[in-house]
Nanobody
């Protein structure tokens, strides 16, 4: 059973920082691209960051220059460092991974359940 678990969310003041983690567990053959999404109340889910297995990254314009994604392949974990946070960054943050389970070798999209980030004074 493969799963993703996010952590690191919470309440932060505008201008502050948070670091989110997303760890994949279970019998995994390979993890390919990993993604960070967010969803604010009443809004569509937004793709904000992508990191390939080789470490190449891509960001949405809304977070470019403030957020940085990275990954530790040995730990099957991706991170999202969020700086200069604004009230409009308030959302549930979710990670998703393209991965192949051990013994299956078919690529699946696996989602975490999300972690709440609230930016407020």
């Amino acid at each position: 059973h493969v799963q993703l678990v996010e952590s690191g969310g919470g309440l932060v003041q505008p201008g502050g920082s948070l670091r989110l983690s997303c760890a994949a567990s279970g019998d995994i053959f390979a993890i390919y691209d990993m993604y960070w999404y967010r969803q604010a109340p009443g809004k569509q889910r937004e793709l904000i960051a992508t990191i390939t297995s080789g470490g190449s990254t891509k960001y949405a314009d809304s977070v470019k220059g403030r957020f940085t994604t990275s990954r530790d392949n040995a730990k099957n974990t991706t991170y999202l460092q969020m700086n200069s946070l604004k009230s409009e960054d308030t959302a549930v943050y979710l990670c998703m991974a393209d991965l192949a389970p051990e013994g299956d070798y078919v690529e699946y999209e696996i989602w975490g359940e999300g972690t709440q980030v609230t930016v407020s004074s």
